[in-house]
């Protein structure tokens, strides 16, 4: 088994509320316990039923015992949209640099094993975190690789994002 949490840490596992027995359950498993829930309220309803979903939620997992955040965020915060535009489950920058800033120190490695867009990467290096993104789709990956290159030529600091063609192999233990 691989370990890419380091001891005493903490992870952000965004999630959708349909299939959270899921999520438990495999968050469980790999050894998580939760140690906070956050709700991102949005001005707006990205899909209508019962209710009007006007949410995006992550949990807060520890494992180990990891330090308490010097500045504790709220358990709500306001959501910043980005028009889905590069991604269809993307996260803002915006959404992303608080929660980075709280949990982790400038220096500090920040994984997104789901990049997606490099919305991640691109917050954790804003704030001084070296970071490792990793995503499978080969669309996505490109166009993670192009906004890292924007982001580096304006920032100067490197974003690595592994996927395919990347030159990183990424395997999945057996």
Request: hydrophobic share 40%.
């Amino acid at each position: 088994m691989y370990r890419v949490l380091k001891t005493d840490a903490c992870a952000i596992s965004f999630y959708g509320w349909p299939k959270i027995a899921q999520f438990a359950t495999a968050w469980r498993r790999a050894g998580f316990r939760t140690g906070g829930h956050i709700v991102f309220r949005k001005p707006y309803a990205s899909q209508s039923a019962f209710v009007q979903y006007r949410h995006e939620a992550a949990y807060v997992l520890l494992k180990g015992k990891p330090q308490l955040p010097e500045a504790p965020l709220p358990d709500v915060l306001d959501w910043t949209y980005t028009g889905n535009k590069l991604h269809p489950t993307q996260k803002s920058v915006q959404v992303l640099m608080p929660l980075i800033e709280c949990f982790t120190k400038p220096g500090d490695i920040v994984l997104d094993p789901f990049a997606g867009s490099g919305s991640t990467c691109i917050a954790a290096s804003h704030l001084g975190r070296r970071t490792i993104g990793i995503e499978i789709d080969e669309e996505h990956h490109r166009m993670a690789i192009h906004r890292r290159a924007a982001h580096t030529a304006k920032t100067g600091a490197s974003v690595p994002i592994a996927g395919p063609g990347s030159g990183l192999e990424i395997t999945q233990p057996r």
